[in-house]
């Protein structure tokens, strides 16, 4: 029984939270419905399943049938988004006709972003010029058009806290609302369901809707919400003429035309309370006794002097309203939401500098289609039939006209033919992510194992996390005593990579020039198979064992020289770490005749080392 009682508080808790997020969910999506563009639009983190569901489908009923609402993929090309081409009606009427984009249709209504987190940055830069311009423009096929447009944007954001990617930030900045379905269960949305009324709700928002042009929000609390976003530590203007714009939403809701201190809280608390970066400071406190009275000053005040304080005191209600719309939005941030920002801010950080699982890579047969392009039909190319009717239909009038080509029986016949030359081939393109191979070489040596191998391997594990976090593979190359030897061949498993490097001993010789050929002929194989390569060695430099197992500093010298020459030939990219207690020129020599980027390792922590590891790949050139 005991055991009952620790657990059911704290089941309580949870479906409390529950049931405050989903009614504050619900109130927001009402909000949203009077004015979608001007609110900007949602933005929904949760995974798909039935509380994402119940609250889209609450979301689309407030909007109401009558307002355009559109999902809009990812995949969507230029010409569906913003207008282009007509193909059909161009071909069949013989002259240019234009087709309106999926941005232009939803004038006025909703478009939903399914997979938000993964949003391409084209189609993003894309989307978010449009909500700021409010005109989609297009000036492509021999023909221009402008249509006006506003809608909001609901993004569906599937992202856990583990992954490195989430939505765009230029995205992010334009939506008034986020709402976090995480960690709400379902039970929490029946409950709801009971209090929920969509006539009265439809009701209200047509209510609102007629309202809206006519309300106005007080200088006083517009100049409020500026502070607040101050003491919150907001950033730019553009969450606070989104806060503006939801209390006057808020006032339009319950029937005013003149919003009042709790729209504005109330907005603040959605809109800047989940953009803040830091916790609102208390106020300096007062000197509780006034300075007492100087020499010259006199016993009695004077009846001007009285007029004067009474005005004073009359005046300060004025600064009130900035102190108490911080205060509500203070009181209202839940438990350990700043800590929440911090580490989605961090994630994104890491999505920026983690680099890439692989190198991108231009290709005509495999991959993410990326467009079209105009090219010869040469082998290997596809043939985009589409695309090349697109760029043959604005010439059909001119080339029938070429060959002779009027209104008879014979002539209607030929004008169903399409004319298409060579210029107005389009060519697929597509874009091949390669999967990234680092292969780490370890000096195990008598040497570095006198030094730092411990610190080394500490290091190569804290590399090998990073490589994981990457979805990259990994491979281990071990060289001491007379040769090298492959210790792990790439793999993904971080756990067979850590065992490997926990089991590798030292002592014996520096067989250099070993080690670095065995690194290159495995970044070759790698390479081989359609996999990018890194080589991350990890050596003091001084190299005292020959190719052919002799020993002796000058000939291991002179080898391990020629090897990395042969290495820099191969252009592989690397990076060589001074194993060495104090950086010697050894090892920067080293990574000099390798073409590789040198590294000591005593001014170089982690993060600097996994930044190293993402900048080869990253940097690779593309084919």
Request: proline share 5%; aromatic share 4%; net charge negative.
């Amino acid at each position: 029984m005991t055991g009952t009682g620790d657990i059911t508080p704290d089941f309580d808790d949870v479906f409390e939270r529950g049931i405050a997020t989903w009614e504050t969910a619900l109130r927001i999506a009402e909000a949203f419905a009077v004015d979608p563009s001007g609110c900007g639009g949602i933005w929904l983190q949760a995974r798909s399943g039935s509380v994402r569901d119940a609250l889209m489908e609450r979301v689309r009923t407030a909007v109401g049938d009558d307002v355009a609402w559109r999902r809009l993929p990812s995949s969507i090309t230029d010409d569906r988004l913003l207008g282009g081409l007509d193909l059909a009606s161009t071909l069949s009427s013989g002259k240019p006709v234009m087709e309106r984009g999926l941005l232009a249709e939803i004038d006025g209504g909703v478009c939903v972003l399914p997979m938000a987190e993964r949003l391409g940055a084209d189609l993003a830069a894309r989307l978010v010029s449009v909500m700021d311009t409010g005109v989609v423009r297009v000036e492509r096929d021999g023909f221009a058009a402008r249509d006006e447009t506003r809608f909001g944007v609901v993004a569906l954001d599937e992202a856990t806290e583990d992954d490195d990617f989430g939505l765009p930030t230029k995205l992010s900045d334009r939506l008034a609302f986020r709402i976090d379905l995480s960690a709400v269960p379902y039970a929490c949305v029946r409950v709801g369901e009971a209090a929920y009324d969509a006539s009265v709700q439809t009701t209200r928002i047509l209510n609102a809707r007629r309202l809206l042009r006519d309300v106005e929000v007080p200088s006083e609390l517009m100049v409020a919400l500026c502070h607040a976003a101050a003491g919150l530590g907001v950033q730019g203007l553009r969450p606070v003429m989104l806060a503006v714009s939801v209390t006057r939403v808020l006032a339009a809701l319950e029937g005013r035309t003149l919003a009042e201190m709790a729209d504005a809280a109330l907005a603040g608390q959605w809109v800047l309370g989940q953009r803040a970066t830091q916790l609102p400071q208390a106020p300096p406190a007062e000197d509780q006794d006034e300075e007492p009275p100087g020499d010259n000053a006199p016993d009695d005040p004077s009846d001007d002097q009285l007029d004067q304080d009474d005005n004073e005191t009359q005046t300060v209600p004025d600064a009130l309203p900035e102190d108490m719309l911080l205060d509500a939005i203070h009181a209202a941030l839940p438990d350990g939401l700043l800590a929440q920002l911090m580490a989605q801010m961090a994630r994104r950080d890491r999505a920026v500098t983690s680099g890439p699982a692989g190198v991108r890579s231009a290709s005509k047969l495999r991959g993410r289609p990326k467009g079209t392009s105009p090219g010869a039909l040469r082998s290997g190319a596809r043939l985009n039939l589409i695309s090349t009717l697109r760029a043959a239909a604005p010439w059909q009038t001119m080339r029938r006209a070429e060959k002779g080509l009027g209104t008879g029986d014979v002539d209607r016949v030929e004008r169903k033919h399409v004319f298409v030359k060579a210029q107005d081939f389009r060519i697929k393109r597509f874009q091949n992510r390669s999967e990234s191979v680092t292969i780490f070489a370890v000096d195990a040596s008598g040497s570095s194992a006198a030094q730092r191998l411990a610190e080394a391997k500490g290091a190569v594990e804290l590399l090998l996390a990073e490589c994981y976090i990457r979805r990259d593979h990994v491979a281990l190359v071990a060289f001491r005593g007379t040769h090298a030897d492959v210790l792990l061949p790439p793999t993904r498993s971080l756990v067979r990579a850590k065992r490997a490097l926990s089991g590798l001993p030292g002592g014996g010789g520096t067989p250099l020039a070993d080690g670095v050929m065995s690194a290159l002929t495995l970044a070759l194989g790698v390479k081989r198979r359609g996999q990018t390569p890194a080589v991350v060695m990890l050596t003091d430099g001084r190299g005292n064992v020959a190719r052919d197992g002799a020993k002796g500093r000058e000939a291991g010298q002179a080898d391990a020289d020629a090897a990395a020459r042969v290495f820099r030939a191969q252009g592989v990219r690397a990076v060589v770490i001074d194993t060495s207690r104090r950086p010697q020129e050894h090892a920067a020599q080293l990574a000099t005749a390798m073409g590789a980027r040198y590294l000591p390792l005593p001014n170089a922590d982690a993060h600097r080392l996994s930044a190293a590891i993402g900048g080869f790949v990253s940097a690779t050139p593309t084919s």
